[in-house]
């Protein structure tokens, strides 16, 4: 046992964590054994095992940093989630990164994609015939409207464009500028 | 109440003068967080964001052109192209001292904003390409004929960059003085973990529009938290940890507004974006075209700045940089600053880091 006061405390917390874990096991033991049908072995252990030992090596390194124990406790518990949550994310960042989660994002989208698509369909038909009963325009008419008139000032900006160009023209061949209204 | 917790404190045998000031400056920190925190939840201020003075150049559709005027000490004015979709530009004129803008006027540079605006259902047949050769050079035709001047530096930010190198490869008749790309990804085989998800063997970009049109804003958010789950963590800690500080609270305020206010993509551009830069990276490749003209990155014969950010993921430094040996021009520069895609452009590091090089390396050839 460390004779450092946060060393010990940290120890303390450590077996505290690990004895709960192991009450967790023994649960979730009973509860397979009561299934009829026996699942695979869990070990949420091995699974939570990683993040654990990043966030002990994380504390163990705040703790040990100087000499002497800092009186800045908040500062160092500070540092201490700071350190757990970027190895948190570079753990993130490492599983999402892979192939498998790219594949399996690809598929809930295709899922949730195959399942709004025929709701929005039926939603936007529900709306649109209401809208017509009252004498409303719906809206795929409002969005056509828009759709036109940001259509026609295009086109005024094609047709000023083309003006500029015809005007640099004659500047540039020394013909007499005529001002354009 | 204060004080009699100091005295109790004081009177403590064993603590020495320096736990005991730590003690009390800890216990006046946590005063002001609870004051701060009661402040935020009880009466929030809407942030004054956008604060450097600014006048509407043009206007096409939902695109505007905004000139942030200077003393013009330097000759050359500078066109910032952002991204299109996903935010707001009001990141680049945060709040007062917190802004890419103020700063690039006070160092003498006329500044231009391109405003892409916030587009609707109406404009889902947009494109990258109707983007980069019909409104982008309209703009920047505006910018130049307002500014009087003879040439136009161009920076393009993010999305902006490939969007602004495609527009400035394709029209050389356009009086381009210098570039900079910043943070803005140009090879898309290094581009990180959006690269992996928008592989096209996981990502179906077409089966995505024509089911959903206009990519909403809330799916642009997902996509973006999901690029890094702890950053809400990491900045609910943060934010706890500063709250005492009004300053920093102020600038959170704003930054977190800014950062809640996601915009959704035209479905004709997002395809776009996605298949031609994300999944075939054509731009890199000299693949892409463009109203019939090749996207042809060696036709940037201007200096060149190319700026990394080495936190970046988003756009990492990976796929930021290759712009540097594909440019056609001896005067280039790559530099890879501290912080990540937005920290690169906004916040006390960007101050002291991206914004001096950047006016400088412009100032100088400028």
């Known amino acids: 046992m460390a004779d450092n006061p946060s060393q010990q405390l940290l120890d303390m917390w450590k077996r505290q964590v690990e004895e709960g874990t192991q009450a967790w096991l023994r649960m979730m033991g009973q509860a397979q054994a009561a299934a009829p049908t026996p699942m695979t072995a869990m070990d949420p252990q091995a699974f939570w095992r990683p993040f654990m030992d990043q966030g002990m090596a994380a504390w163990s390194k705040v703790m040990t940093q100087g000499a002497a124990p800092s009186p800045d406790l908040m500062g160092q518990w500070?540092?201490?989630?700071?350190?757990?949550?970027?190895?948190?994310?570079?753990?993130?960042?490492?599983?999402?990164?892979?192939?498998?989660?790219?594949?399996?994002?690809?598929?809930?989208?295709?899922?949730?994609?195959?399942?709004?698509?025929?709701?929005?369909?039926?939603?936007?038909?529900?709306?649109?015939?209401?809208?017509?009963?009252?004498?409303?325009?719906?809206?795929?008419?409002?969005?056509?409207?828009?759709?036109?008139?940001?259509?026609?000032?295009?086109?005024?900006?094609?047709?000023?464009?083309?003006?500029?160009?015809?005007?640099?023209?004659?500047?540039?061949?020394?013909?007499?500028?005529?001002?354009?209204? | 109440m204060k004080d009699e917790l100091f005295t109790m404190m004081g009177e403590m045998p064993a603590m020495s003068p320096e736990m005991l000031a730590r003690m009390r400056e800890e216990a006046n920190r946590n005063l002001l967080r609870m004051k701060h925190f009661g402040e935020m939840v009880m009466n929030p201020k809407e942030p004054r964001v956008g604060p450097t003075p600014r006048q509407e150049i043009f206007r096409t559709n939902k695109s505007r052109l905004w000139r942030y005027e200077s003393r013009r000490t330097v000759r050359t004015p500078l066109l910032f192209v952002p991204n299109l979709g996903i935010s707001r530009p009001y990141i680049f004129d945060l709040m007062p001292k917190g802004s890419f803008v103020e700063h690039m006027t006070q160092q003498g540079f006329d500044f231009y904003l391109v405003d892409w605006g916030v587009f609707g259902d109406e404009d889902n047949g947009l494109t990258v390409e109707d983007a980069v050769t019909k409104i982008l050079p309209r703009?920047?035709?505006?910018?130049?004929?307002?500014?009087?001047?003879?040439?136009?530096?161009?920076?393009?930010y993010c999305m902006g960059a490939p969007l602004s190198a495609s527009f400035v490869a394709t029209h050389p008749e356009f009086p381009l003085k210098n570039y900079i790309d910043m943070a803005g990804p140009i090879d898309f085989a290094h581009?990180?973990?959006?690269?992996?998800?928008?592989?096209?063997?996981?990502?179906?970009?077409?089966?995505?529009?024509?089911?959903?049109?206009?990519?909403?804003?809330?799916?642009?958010?997902?996509?973006?938290?999901?690029?890094?789950?702890?950053?809400?963590?990491?900045?609910?800690?943060?934010?706890?940890?500063?709250?005492?500080?009004?300053?920093?609270?102020?600038?959170?305020?704003?930054?977190n507004k800014w950062a809640n206010e996601y915009l959704p993509f035209p479905g004709e551009f997002f395809r776009q974006w996605v298949r031609d830069f994300y999944q075939q990276n054509k731009l890199i490749k000299g693949e892409l075209t463009m109203a019939g003209r090749r996207v042809d990155l060696r036709e940037i014969r201007c200096p060149v700045l190319a700026v990394g950010a080495k936190e970046d993921n988003i756009a990492p430094p990976a796929c930021v940089k290759p712009l540097i040996d594909v440019v056609s021009t001896r005067d280039k520069e790559y530099v890879e600053l501290p912080g990540g895609h937005i920290s690169l452009i906004a916040g006390r590091g960007a101050s002291v880091h991206c914004w001096p090089k950047v006016a400088s390396w412009l100032a100088a050839r400028s």
């Not at chain 1, 009963?133 to 005024?156: C, D, F, M, N, Y």
């Not at chain 2, 130049?144 to 393009?156: D, F, K, P």
């Open chain 1, 78 to 181: 500070k540092q201490f989630l700071d350190q757990w949550i970027a190895a948190w994310s570079r753990v993130l960042e490492q599983a999402m990164s892979t192939d498998t989660f790219a594949q399996l994002m690809g598929k809930q989208l295709e899922g949730f994609l195959n399942v709004s698509a025929p709701i929005k369909k039926a939603a936007e038909q529900q709306v649109d015939a209401s809208l017509a009963g009252l004498g409303i325009p719906s809206r795929g008419q409002v969005t056509a409207l828009a759709r036109h008139v940001a259509q026609v000032e295009e086109k005024i900006d094609a047709l000023e464009d083309k003006l500029d160009r015809i005007l640099r023209r004659l500047n540039d061949a020394g013909a007499p500028r005529t001002e354009r209204a």
């Open chain 2, 139 to 156: 703009l920047a035709r505006k910018a130049l004929e307002s500014s009087g001047a003879s040439e136009m530096s161009v920076l393009g």
């Open chain 2, 191 to 255: 581009v990180g973990l959006f690269g992996k998800w928008l592989d096209p063997r996981y990502f179906d970009v077409d089966k995505y529009v024509d089911t959903l049109g206009t990519i909403p804003a809330e799916m642009v958010k997902m996509g973006f938290k999901l690029l890094k789950p702890t950053m809400d963590t990491s900045t609910n800690l943060n934010l706890w940890w500063n709250l005492w500080n009004p300053d920093y609270v102020s600038g959170f305020t704003a930054l």
